[in-house]
Structure formats: structure tokens, C-alpha cells
């Protein structure tokens, strides 16, 4: 059973810095993507970022491009996403959840395997 689970969420000042991992079990193949998910109150669910296994094909949201790196541990089995120059409009709940496909310049569905998530706040 795939299971992956979210930490490293928190409360921090704009322009503050955060790092997300997310620890994968379960998966028969060294070869899978994890994409990292968002959702803010009242807002639509948003695919930010995503990387293969292999640690290739990183892909960014327009929103997050820039100040948001993606990075895979094999060792671990470990994802992490560090955030930069953290905004309000970057609270949100967020979720590691591998993905259909991962590409450069796109992400694919989620598979339906969701945590529970880490809380990421933004506030001053």
C-alpha cells in the first residue's frame, strides 16, 4: 500500500522560508512521480510542483516558480519542497501525492492517495 506523509508545516513571516518532506512508502517500482498539491481556503486545488524518482523532470506552477525548489532523496524515499519567499497567498493545507505524469512544463492527474496533509501558514 502506497502511503506518503507530509511534514515541516508551520507558521512564518512574509518573505519567511519553509521546507515540506514527504516520506513515500509502499511503491514496488523505484520509478514514480510525486507532485506536491495545494489548497487554500475557499480556492480550487493547485498542483505546484513535481519531480520524478530519478530526480529529473521538475515542474513549478507559475505561482510558486522561482521561489519554490523541488528535491528526491532516493536513499530516503524523501521529498522535499523548499519554500522562499514565502507570501499570504501561500497559506495553505499541503499534500505529497504521486502523479500520473511529470514533465518540465507539466504535471499530471493524482493519483488518489492523499495524506493528511501539513498546514502551512503565512501571516504576520
Known amino acids: 500500500e502506497v502511503q506518503l506523509v507530509e511534514s515541516g508545516g508551520g507558521l512564518v513571516q512574509p518573505g519567511g522560508s519553509l521546507r515540506l518532506s514527504c516520506a513515500a512508502s509502499?511503491?514496488?517500482?523505484?520509478?514514480?512521480?510525486i507532485g506536491w498539491f495545494r489548497r487554500a481556503p475557499g480556492k480550487e486545488r493547485e498542483g505546484i510542483s513535481c519531480?520524478?524518482?530519478?530526480?529529473?523532470?521538475?515542474y513549478y506552477a507559475d505561482s510558486v516558480r522561482g521561489r519554490f525548489t523541488i528535491s528526491f532523496d532516493s536513499a530516503k524515499r524523501t521529498v522535499y519542497l523548499q519554500m522562499n519567499s514565502l507570501k499570504v497567498e501561500d497559506t495553505a493545507v499541503y499534500y505529497c501525492?504521486?502523479?500520473?505524469?511529470?514533465?518540465?512544463?507539466?504535471?499530471?492527474?493524482?493519483?488518489?492517495?492523499w495524506g493528511q496533509g501539513t498546514q502551512v501558514t503565512v501571516s504576520s
Open positions: 509502499g511503491f514496488t517500482t523505484d520509478h514514480y512521480a
Open positions: 501525492v504521486p502523479v500520473r505524469l511529470c514533465f518540465d512544463h507539466t504535471m499530471g492527474a493524482p493519483y488518489d492517495v
Open positions: 519531480m520524478f524518482s530519478t530526480g529529473t523532470s521538475a
